[in-house]
């Protein structure tokens, strides 16, 4: 790690402002996923711009009865806080699903979204990575890659997003608010992470300079209920194998609206848009569940080491929905 | 909430010797005034940080320190080329920086010297090593062409042995299980990374290092350096744990005495997380080939278990798996082989039980195939081959414990009624098993040797360079020398881990209590000899008796002696994921006496936690792309974590074994893991219906056999 | 989240520098220091102010040794740079026991025997010590359950403490002890509050804008 300067801004033009006059900036919130990035020599800012005590640290009440969540709310009180419990279960649910409570502590909302992924050739500078080294090569594709993706990589990449939070945020069509230097705009949580293709270098859409101040929450469908469920290799503290978002609202037997997302499977949250149209109208029973499933799981494309995710997903997406199904009896 | 399954036992008044002590250094521990090797901060002190190879094998071709040493705050890099050139190493894997040749990916290539860690870590990522890489074969197959036959394992075991003709029996046998194992490479782990702290003082080395054995690690040290060995001390006060990885003179106290030797300021080097697997050992995967033939009364008949590992190019360490079907079951025809491929991977080493840990997971798994096979309850089959001597060796045993423990252990865990059916009791989602397996460790000890020490004021003082890894040593050994001396336990001050102390084995091979305790025995009995025999007050300097044990080791034992244990294990296989947790566990030790019953327990548990991530969590894979194992931290790396591990009980038997030592010990830091994850394997196997036969048993491997 | 902290010195450190002058409150001691911008409150810890009762095991947020309270707060220390930590208030192992002798969790942790090597012990003793003000505060977790009143005090039942405490590795195993410790401590009536803490949790308000508005 190289020496660095350090700023921390008193508000957010402030520090949009330094990091378009510092080509080497980065803005650094809780630091979980940043400081352990630069210690492994992945990331190596010339100036950190702390925008950790930023006052976006508050979970505000919407006109339209949505939530707006500030970037630097941490991860713990988010999960904690009543307004989220109460009408976003599965945001709470998918928060305490990830990571620690130490690390929960620190995470910020915005930092939650931006965390990289945890493929181990992408920490380890001394092999190829063409997220990390554009064109250097992917030694995952034949290498060690059970934890990988099977949906949206490309021969370039093969990296998950590992964020809990993202899969459920994606699920209730949150969106980000972005503050840069060319103003401020509104992206929602499906469209926020790219899709590698050529260029694995870049996870998300934001522009270089570009800060998140919040993430908006659309008001919650009042029938429906959600619930994340999380599969991994050990009980706790383990990043998704495969994890699952849904909302499920079920009117006369009869599905009426679904949202579904899934983590560890893609380089971001996959919203399963063709399990969502399967599901509409559709019986809420096991097999149509798991005709969505298919539906959606149909385009996977498997490495050698990863097909379980695909049967897991499927799994997962039937007893999860099946169990909102249960709620609406 | 129930929060006191197994209440602490209260404390025996006036027998040191068995009761329930709490450990000496507890308060240290729980306040952070404990240190530890890199805690050690002398005047000027500064900090190393290493540079790990980046080819899986090769030669280094040219090393630039420029940038490196142009940090300011830098002291030195030392390299192949100008690091102290170090005397015929014993261990070929801690002869470092002493040639260009790289045998295996992390290897270490050069090490930065710097004021602050930030910068030695700093001016470690700015050393450019260019290297002549070379094709490297780091894979490990049952039927490798470069396999070939040991002499010896482990141990000091041969590697292979025959008895009797087992292709005949096992053609001639009606019942017949033939299976194979296999066992990913695992990880010791230990929670303080291997450290050192070194200074040269004149000609003097010291060093504080998070060292299994620091007598070992002092002559190994003095051997290196050319030194007599009086002028090296090694201090291991406090260690954080080493399951075998600290067991042996590792990289870290080399290198921090290279560089404080090169830079004349004392050097602390503590190792990165990420590099531990590639330099401080590794238990090494196994291919196990299991084949049981037996009788219809389920006696058996013949016994084959042959295993493949590897070793590393640097030195030949064989993974001893085969070794307990030597000793465990009627047997009259038996073969065990180890075949071994040294590969360009790190040098594997000791971890926790080596040899049993992997071979007791295949062989009782196998056992528990045989019991399904012949509808035969696994306990009653167990105890249907039990030898009345040890198989292999013809011996008589010491003791065996392992039909008590069997029967015992299943009545506390509730074991009966069983419906041996597998994959039919449900519970929701959840389809749940029990599992049973039997557990074996030899009853090791080594010379050592103590000093006893009266006080006029009638105090008492132990010397011994014992060492306390968190096994309760320096607890128990007051305790032995109380029950001596028949003082009270604070009566007695007992100064262990530091090499100026009288020499002692190493904490390994479950070898401690009984080596050291044994030293501990024979001078306290001297020393309260000494005490009868005077008439008149002590002098003022009081009085000191030493002794050592090498005689009465040398001796020898006309008797196989083993600590002996069962392990019961209920799991939950999860249905719609896979997941498998261990919803409560129960093991029955026959180990002897029981020294100290808190600090045992412990131990136990411990050894049976870690059995529980042999099962199902951890799993290191040798990447075949880039050369080196590819879960080198502890988020890919899985040990258990608190949420893997529900009730756990240990319980043991009395065992009155007089063929042991004076306090009638068996070793038990390692007989807790050894069958846990058999155990839980069989559980898996009683809940599901399908015997998985590769650990660990992660959702990806349990999913195709979801009902 | 940081709303008591001081607000950020104004001065700061000059542009470019890559050291700067810093005060942590360090078991209820103000310490001023000046640090590498890369040095980790962790190394301050111990490198700077000689507390080696934290332990390093990772250095990487993955083992949980290196837990301290931050304004009262369980926290891997090993992942917060020390420069971004100005004003802070730090509690370590050193700091959980008091004139009065060890808290209840240390004193709890010795009679269960909830340790071996004592690596990992002042990190679960100060994430215990974390638990037990999150518990109090209704911070739920992922084994809570849905029907638990928001905000509410959460009973540490040992399903609860395992599940809160896996941010812990314990390689020598006792985790069976951990969970009684700390099972025994919540029973214990002078548990929390632990020493130093500036402020509590919960600091995240919700505003009421409709209200506000109307």
Redesign the interface.
Known sequence: MKPFAYLRPATVEEAVRARATHPGSAFLGGGTNLVDLMKLGVSGPELLIDVGRLPLDRIEELPDGGLRIGATVRNSDLAAAPAVRERYPVLSQALLAGASGQLRNAATTGGNLLQRTRCLYFQDVSVPCNKRRPGSGCPAVEGVHRDLAVLGHSAHCVATQPSDMAVALAALDAAVEVTGPDGDRTVPVTAFHRLPGEHPERDTVLEPGELITAVRLPPPRPLAHGHYRKARDRASYAFALVSVAALLEVRDGVVHHAALAYGGLAPRPWRAAAAEEALRGAPATADAFGRAADAELSAARPLRDNGFKVELARRLTVSVLARLAARHR | ????PQP?PPKAPGHPLGAAS??R????????????A??H?PPHRV?AWPV?A?VARGRITAVDTADALALPGVHAVLTHENAPRLEQAEDPAVAVLQGPAVPHRGWYVALAVAD????A??AA?AVRVTYDAEEYDVTLTADHPDRYLPKEVNGGHPGTRERGDFDAAYAGALVTVDATYTLTALH??????HASTAWWDGGHLTVHDSSQGSTKARDDLAALFGRDRRDVTVVAE????G?GSKGTLRPQAVLAAMAAQVTGRPVTL?L???EMPAVVGHRAPTLQRVRLGAGADGVLTALAHEVVTHTSTVKEFVEQAAVPARVMYTSPHSRTVHRVVALDVPSPSWMRAPGEAPGMYALESAMDELAVLLDLDPVELRLRNEPATEPDSGRPFSSRGLARALREGADRFGWRPRDPRPGVRREG?LLLGTGVAAATYPVLIFPSSAEAFAAPDGGFRIRINATD????ARTVLGQIAAEVLGAPEERVRVEIGRSDLPDAFLAGGSSGTGSWGWAVHKACSALKAELSRRQEPLPQEGVTVSADTREEIAAGTPYARHAFGAHFAEVQVDT????I?VRRMLGMFAAGRILNP??A???F??????GIGMA??EHS?M????GGF???????Y???????????EAHWLDEDDPHLNPMGSKGIGEIGIVGAAAAVGNAVHHALGVRLRTLPL???AV??H?P | MESTAPPPDAAGPPPGATRSTVTLHVNGVPHRLTLDHRTTALDALRNHLGLTGTKKGCDHGQCGACTVLVDGRRANSCLLLAVTLDGSALTTVEGLADAEGLHPLQTAFVERDAFQCGYCTPGQLCSAAGVLQEAADGHPCHVTPDTAQPGAPVELTAEEIRERMSGNLCRCGAYPRIVEAIGDATAHPAAPPVPHAVHGLGAVSVHERREAAS
Request: glycine share 10%.
């Open positions: 909430m129930s929060h006191d602490v709490a450990r250094e507890g308060r240290a521990k729980v306040t952070g005034a404990a240190r530890y890199a805690e901060a900090h790990p980046t602050s860690l930030e910068t870590r700093a990522e010791n782990h230990p929670m303080e990374p406090h260690i954080g744990g399951f503590a990165p997380r990420r989602d890894l968190g096994t309760g719609v994921t896979g997941e947790r808190r600090t327990r412990s131990q548990i411990g050894g049976m936690t870690m199902l969590t894979t990447d075949p792309v880039v590819a879960e080198r931290d502890l988020a890919s899985h040990l258990p974590v608190c949420a893997d591990v529900h009730t756990i992660t959702p990806d999913l195709p979801l």
